[in-house]
């Protein structure tokens, strides 16, 4: 089982502020990384893929990563009580292991009006 | 609707016995797979098929058996039901080959509580 450690949560922040969440991981042969949401009592949802170090941003959301330093991050700009749910920090390797996840254990993150 | 779907949603049942879950997408996905995630919201793959072919079998308890009857469709039968089988069971598809095979659709999930 490959390690993936995410900040413990309850993250709790108010509306309009920036969330970050954070994400290392142990396997050094992983090549893509995913965020997934999930909302209480639902299934996951893909919500950030990133490949490449640096930064990628889709809308309000912004995936960094850092493979010399095994780190992956999600920010969440403008957070809305609509991204209170956890985030999954999921990297993964090329060749025969597609499609096999090493989740992370989750942040739940809870925004406040 | 395109999704992934599984039944039951709900399964209650007692210790020692069998049950199934089912799953079936629709979206054209080539691979298939269970996770699990137990009561502290962890989340774990067990199983994943590529068109009928098992290709991924994590350290599962033999009591666990997919079943995968054509590329849409992935059971997962339990037999002797253990109290730490209590967890949601989540189905999920995705296409096999590249940056595709990790953006996994999942189902709505199955809660099984055994008592």
């Known amino acids: 089982q490959k390690e993936v450690e995410q900040n413990s949560g309850p993250l709790s922040v108010p509306e309009g502020a920036i969330a970050s969440l954070n994400c290392t991981y142990s396997?050094?042969?992983?090549?893509?990384f995913f965020w997934y949401r999930q909302y209480s009592g639902k299934s996951p949802e893909l919500i950030m893929s990133?490949?490449?170090?640096g930064d990628k941003e889709d809308g309000r959301f912004t995936a960094q990563l850092n493979k010399a330093s095994q780190y992956v991050s999600l920010l969440i700009r403008d957070s809305q009580p609509s991204d209170s749910a956890t985030y999954l920090c999921?990297?993964?390797?090329?060749?025969?292991?597609?499609?096999?996840?090493?989740f992370g254990r989750g942040t739940q993150l809870t925004v406040w009006p | 609707d395109t999704a992934v779907s599984q039944t039951p949603k709900y399964l209650v049942t007692q210790m020692g016995n069998d049950k199934s879950i089912k799953c079936e997408q629709n979206?054209?996905?080539?691979?298939m797979y269970w996770y699990k995630q137990d009561s502290k919201k962890f989340l774990k793959i067990m199983f994943s098929?590529?068109?009928?072919?098992?290709?991924i079998n994590e350290t599962v308890p033999n009591r666990f058996s997919p079943k995968s009857p054509d590329k849409a469709h992935l059971n997962l039968h339990i037999n002797s039901l253990e109290l730490g089988d209590s967890a949601v069971y989540f189905c999920?598809?995705?296409?096999?080959?590249?940056?595709?095979?990790?953006?996994?659709?999942f189902g709505a999930g199955s809660r099984l509580t055994v008592l």
């Open positions: 999920a598809s995705s296409h096999k080959g590249g940056s595709g095979a990790n953006v996994l659709t």
């Open positions: 396997d050094r042969g992983s090549q893509s």
């Open positions: 990133i490949y490449s170090n």
């Open positions: 999921a990297p993964s390797r090329r060749g025969s292991t597609l499609g096999r996840l090493y």
């Open positions: 979206l054209g996905h080539d691979t």
């Open positions: 098929y590529n068109n009928k072919e098992l290709i």
